[in-house]
T-cell receptor
Framework: GENVEQHPSTLSVQEGDSAVIKCTYS??????FPWYKQELGKRPQLIID?????GEKKDQRIAVTLNKTAKHFSLHITETQPEDSAVYFC??????????FGAGTTVTVRA | DSGVTQTPKHLITATGQRVTLRCSPR?????VYWYQQSLDQGLQFLIQ???????AKGNILERFSAQQFPDLHSELNLSSLELGDSALYFC????????????FGSGTRLTVV
């Protein structure tokens, strides 16, 4: 089955700086890669996703890149703000299949 | 509101007991997925149902079972509860292809004492 690895496990950045989280996946058939933000005790919320026919996608301060050959994808948050502090999960899946999640990255934005 | 409804929000019960968690997917979503998230842990896939039928199983214990009813709501049954079963239980539903959008409910926090 799919195995998703996520790094780093914790990330502390100064407000205004950028944050980058990287994930690798094992199943070459995976074709959908969402990123979720989860605040303490709350549900994971989709913040951005990318499909395998696209190399990069951007939504305001958030961007995701995908390298299918290397089987890795990354989340980039620019101009970080205190409200960006949360746990971020990457995931991968194919077709009508379960999401396989990375272990999560705890992001702390220092004011 | 994500459109995925989970009840109850909180549940406290004793070891050895049995509980039922309920999930109503977004209108039109046929697939329901159950995930377990223990303290400071990631999201572990338990089971998937599609239009009333079991589609995939993850690391679900034999003490746990689930079903999806004709109205598409799903129930996760946890029996012979142990302290280690304390966790957040999320269900997610998704649109049919080609849109892969998965949306999570707010979860049920289960505490076993």
């Amino acid at each position: 089955g799919e195995n998703v690895e996520q790094h780093p496990s914790t990330l502390s950045v100064q407000e205004g700086d950028s944050a980058v989280i990287k994930c690798t996946y094992s199943d070459s058939a995976s074709n959908y890669f969402p990123w979720y933000k989860q605040e303490l005790g709350k549900r994971p919320q989709l913040i951005i996703d990318i499909r395998s026919n696209v190399g990069e996608k951007k939504d305001q301060r958030i961007a995701v890149t995908l390298n299918k050959t290397a089987k890795h994808f990354s989340l980039h948050i620019t101009e970080t703000q205190p409200e960006d502090s949360a746990v971020y999960f990457c995931a991968a899946t194919r077709n009508d299949y379960k999401l396989s999640f990375g272990a999560g990255t705890t992001v702390t934005v220092r004011a | 509101d994500s459109g995925v409804t989970q009840t109850p929000k909180h549940l406290i019960t004793a070891t050895g007991q049995r509980v039922t968690l309920r999930c109503s997917p977004r209108s039109g979503d046929l697939s329901v997925y159950w995930y377990q998230q223990s303290l400071d842990q990631g999201l572990q896939f338990l089971i998937q149902y599609y239009n009333g039928e079991e589609r995939a199983k993850g690391n679900i214990l034999e003490r746990f079972s689930a079903q999806q009813f004709p109205d598409l709501h799903s129930e996760l049954n946890l029996s012979s509860l142990e302290l280690g079963d304390s966790a957040l239980y999320f269900c997610a539903s998704r649109l049919i292809q080609p849109n892969y959008d998965y949306t999570f409910g707010s979860g049920t926090r289960l505490t076993v004492v």
